[in-house]
């Protein structure tokens, strides 16, 4: 499992595909995820919310998703 430093300084957790930590319910879905990124502590029994980005994000995108974040 990698690990790198989010730009925050917190530390970033590389989950793929037989990973015991990767994400049960994505091994069923037909394009699981290659990579899941995970900052935070992953034993906490749930619920979860993911936000997933783009790499050529819109700026009205990056707007959305830092709200949706702020909000949670």
């Known amino acids: 499992m990698g690990r790198r430093k989010f730009k925050a300084g917190l530390p970033v957790r590389t989950l793929r595909p037989g990973d015991p930590s990767y994400p ?3 091994c ?8 899941v ?3 935070g502590p992953w034993d906490h029994p749930g ?3 993911a936000v997933v ?4 994000a819109t700026q009205d ?3 959305v998703a830092r709200d949706l ?3 949670l």
């Open 37 to 39: 990124y995970l900052v």
């Open 69 to 71: 974040a702020r909000s």
């Open 28 to 35: 069923d879905l037909a394009a699981a995820p290659k990579r």
């Open 47 to 49: 619920p979860f919310v």
């Open 24 to 26: 049960r319910g994505l």
């Open 53 to 56: 980005g783009s790499r050529n």
């Open 61 to 63: 995108g990056l707007d």
